[in-house]
């Protein structure tokens, strides 16, 4: 693989010794020079042996898009910058980034707050997910980017996991953190496509979560999307030995009855994605087994590790519940006060001796620094 990487042009990526990515700088600007000055980056070691591959990354920087522009070419090959005439979700300007005529990413950028938008589809991320992964890094680090969301999948091609069995694991609770916790919202729906059945699909957790999983039949998706010319001139294709060969990844050839995908989706509504120089490019299958304990079975780990929440979430749930304490008793504290009781003494009557279970939802026991006082 060649590349463009600080202005050196055909680069041998492969041949790149990983212990001097932290010495090369931002690719230079039209202006001449770096925007930023590079950054003492420790290095990951490449985990090449993760099972889990990263299906979607998305991140927003302050940088101009020119500069973002040049840092997504010095890894993808033959990028192209396809403008829009549009913008997209409040953005109003963005781009397509195509490679190949397929479109593997998006940027966007000119609004008022000035942070601009870069997302990769899986197609991308699976060019640099394993041994390119540091430049990546490097690239998020120089830029200073806010990772807004990052999506694992891990596929199983022989029948390990079937549909069944996340069902099954559905009902004994392994979507829960905890045993008799609150059991999570979850979505079923079956497709139909030009051939026929393209499988199941089980959705945990709310569109609107942090953290939400899709369990779905792969091989019968992928089947299914055969186009219907195609198979008129097919002799009958039995779906059952139907088999798909090694290009998906798997080793040798599966049977499309058999194909099953796990993705786990991690946004930043309310989770810190950019902890530890992100090393969630690297650690994905500890991230992905500390999802719940399904995925940790499933992916051969005693636990796993979980995105903090974010103390600044707290301290609005606190902000909010002492604005209601306020509204419904300010006024009997008033008049305790008036009334020669001291603050400590109010306190203590009105201290119930448990802890606000509003306070543990919004994650007051993920975290030990300290809380903003009165």
């Known amino acids: 693989m060649t590349g463009i990487v600080d202005g050196f042009s055909d680069f041998d990526v492969d041949s790149l010794d990983l212990s001097e990515v932290a010495n090369f700088g931002p690719p230079s600007s039209n202006t001449g020079g770096n925007l930023v000055s590079p950054p003492q980056i420790a290095i990951f070691q490449a985990q090449s042996s993760q099972k889990c591959k990263i299906d979607y990354l998305s991140f927003t920087s302050m940088q ?34 195509m490679q190949n005529g397929e479109n593997i990413g998006l940027m966007a950028w000119g609004a008022p707050h000035g942070r601009n938008f870069v997302s990769f589809s899986g197609a991308a991320c699976k060019q640099w997910c394993d041994y390119r992964v540091e430049l990546v890094q490097h690239m998020l680090i120089e830029v200073r ?36 916790g609150r059991k999570p919202s979850c979505q079923r729906h079956g497709s139909e496509g030009s051939y026929g059945n393209m499988g199941r699909t089980l959705y945990v957790g709310a569109p609107s979560s942090s953290k939400r999983i899709c369990i779905y039949e792969k091989g019968l998706e992928q089947f299914g999307k055969l186009p219907a010319q ?61 999802a719940y304990p399904f995925c940790a079975r499933v992916i051969g780990l005693a636990d796993g590790v979980r995105p903090a929440l974010r103390l600044t979430e707290t301290e609005a749930e606190i902000e909010k519940m002492k604005l209601n304490a306020r509204n419904s008793y300010g006024s009997l504290v008033h008049s305790l006060l008036k009334l020669g009781n001291t603050p400590e003494e109010i306190c203590k009557a009105l201290d119930s001796g448990s802890d606000s279970k509003r306070l543990i939802k919004a994650g007051y026991f993920n975290h030990l620094q300290k809380i903003v006082p009165f």
């Not at 002799?235 to 290009?247: A, F, K, P």
């Open 64 to 97: 101009p898009v020119a500069e973002l522009q040049r840092y997504a070419e010095s890894f993808t090959l033959d990028l192209q910058f396809r403008e829009q005439p549009r913008g997209w979700q409040g953005y109003p300007k963005s781009a397509q980034l």
């Open 145 to 180: 980017a806010r990772l807004t969301r990052i999506d694992y999948a891990l596929d199983f091609y022989y029948g390990e996991v079937t549909y069944d069995d996340a069902e099954a694991a559905l009902a004994a609770g392994e979507f829960q953190l905890k045993a008799g």
């Open 230 to 290: 195609w198979l008129e001139d097919q002799t009958e294709l039995d779906v059952v030995s139907y088999r798909i060969d090694g290009s998906v990844g798997c080793v040798g050839d599966v049977s499309v009855v058999e194909w099953l995908r796990a993705e786990v989706r991690y946004t930043n509504a309310d989770r810190d994605l950019d902890s530890d120089q992100y090393a969630m490019l690297f650690r994905r299958d500890e991230y992905f087994a500390g």
